[in-house]
């Protein structure tokens, strides 16, 4: 599976600006889209460019910024995937 981290510091604990929207049936939002562009990795605490790697191969970095790393090695950003809403 292709996952989200932080191009700084390799972190999923990322944000994604979203659109939902209110369902009256369910009594809960519904997730509409997500957006790439206005991203926030609360790990590092600062706006980040998405990078779009292989869940086995994302590297851990506790104390380290690998983000470099992963684009030198040839994983993708967001905009090699072509945006968020055809990975549901």
Sequence with gaps: MIIPVCSHCNSRDIL???YAEWCT???NW???SSYDENSICRTCDTD???NWVEEDQVIDTDDSNDGEA???AG???DED???????A
Excluded: Q
Aim: glycine residues 16%.
């Design 30 to 32: 519904i997730l509409h």
């Design 81 to 87: 995937y072509g945006g968020t809403d055809d990975r």
């Design 16 to 18: 994604a600006d979203a």
């Design 25 to 27: 049936e369910e009594g």
């Design 75 to 77: 994983f993708g950003t």
């Design 48 to 50: 980040t460019k998405l």
């Design 70 to 72: 992963l684009a030198s």
